[in-house]
């Protein structure tokens, strides 16, 4: 019933949905019923443990398990779902802090979603990763915890929420390791130097981050994804990130990261964009892309990054 109605409601026109959402205060990240149905949709689809432990290595790397086995990691804006915090307990870590500006995470959906997970796959992706002995141990006890259902979190995870972490730094436990994924592009422009100012305060010794950005016009994905670009039509940034994405692009992000040495943080990997969809980049000289992982690193190497189409005359 839950997936019906939120598929319905994605077959409205982008417009439609925007409005549906203001009007029942649902526009961005809240409590309301179209809150529980994504919490819903996500716990049996891209949050589903089995997706979110693919999903987490792709962002982290192959190294994932040796970096994060008895560390003290961050789920940054955890979510409805925050499975990516789960995956990270169950490849080693010493204890996982789900932190977020709202208190959104709904732990019935957690265990919902673990349940719902390929265990054969959950097991063969930590197997291939070597994620050290005592998996087998914690994959038990999570499914202990799902089939009991009893509203807490699951073993390991710590939910600290709300947090506004710009204004209260100290709010956001010191970590080794943190983890953000979709998280950033909903930030206002005009904060992102002072949140990810505040995350490095935070660092412990040789800590790292790890954040996937979604670039795109969140209200229609696939068809649309670029629409917050268009000078012809009204896009508030600093209003409207929330709910949309907050309009940076691939080489805003790069500007950023150049202007803000301290922060050690580099553009690892991009996903190029599809500039048919947006002919006015070439035009403009804009390079797109669909997402971006940035990652502590050494100075980036342009030539080095990874993407499925490297040209950019392309875009």
């Not at 190294?63 to 499975?83: N, S």
């Not at 206002?188 to 949140?195: E, F, G, K």
Request: hydrophobic share 40%.
């Amino acid at each position: 019933m839950y997936s019906a109605f939120h598929s319905i409601f994605r077959k409205l026109p982008p417009n439609w949905r925007s409005r549906l959402k203001s009007a029942l205060g649902a526009d961005g990240h809240g409590q309301s019923v179209f809150d529980r149905l994504t919490a819903r949709k996500d716990a049996t689809g891209k949050k589903r443990l089995d997706n979110a432990l693919e999903s987490l290595l792709s962002t982290v790397g192959s190294d994932a398990p040796q970096l994060i086995y008895g560390k003290t990691c961050i789920d940054f804006g955890a979510g409805y779902v925050p499975t990516d915090g789960v995956a990270m307990w169950l490849l080693g870590a010493r204890v996982v802090y789900g932190v977020d500006y709202n208190r959104i995470a709904k732990p019935r959906e957690i265990a919902r979603a673990v349940r719902a997970a390929d265990f054969d796959r959950v097991e063969t992706q930590l197997r291939h990763h070597q994620a050290g002995t005592d998996w087998p141990e914690r994959l038990k006890a999570l499914q202990q915890w799902a089939s009991r259902d009893d509203g807490g979190f699951p073993p390991g995870y710590a939910y600290v929420a709300p947090v506004d972490v710009i204004a209260s730094p100290s709010r956001l436990p010191k970590f080794d390791i943190l983890v953000s994924t979709s998280v950033l592009e909903h930030i206002p422009p005009s904060r992102i130097v002072a949140i990810l100012t505040a995350i490095k305060s935070r660092e412990n010794d040789l800590a790292k981050q790890f954040h996937r950005v979604d670039l795109r016009d969140h209200r229609d994905f696939e068809n649309d994804p670029y629409g917050f670009l268009d000078p012809e039509r009204k896009f508030d940034a600093e209003r409207d990130a929330d709910s949309r994405g907050n309009g940076m692009i691939l080489s805003d992000w790069e500007e950023l990261l150049v202007d803000n040495p301290e922060w050690a943080l580099v553009v690892s990997e991009f996903q190029s964009g599809r500039p048919d969809l947006f002919p006015l980049a070439k035009r403009a000289g804009l390079l797109l892309a669909d997402w971006l992982i940035l990652r502590s690193a050494l100075k980036p190497d342009r030539a080095n990054l990874t993407s499925e189409t490297n040209d950019c005359d392309s875009a």
